[in-house]
């Protein structure tokens, strides 16, 4: 899902310009199938259109940190 939002948003080129990454790091994005950082990830949803929980789920359930005693 991560390839298809960032052929939509325009390309490697333009989602790294418009997350503020390398393009290298915009096709490490496309190989893992995962978005690593949720602001990008918000970004590329808001550029492509696609749901952000499509390539970032794994941050969105990440748990609570758990407190420390």
Do not use: H, N
């Amino acid at each position: 899902m991560v390839a298809a939002a960032v052929e939509i948003a325009g390309g490697p080129t333009v989602v790294a310009r418009l997350c503020g990454v390398s393009r290298q790091s915009v096709y490490w994005w496309i190989k893992e199938w995962k978005v690593e950082r949720l602001v990008d990830a918000l970004r590329l949803s808001r550029a492509s259109g696609i749901p952000v929980e499509r390539f970032a789920a794994e941050i969105l359930d990440a748990d609570p940190p758990k407190e420390i005693k």
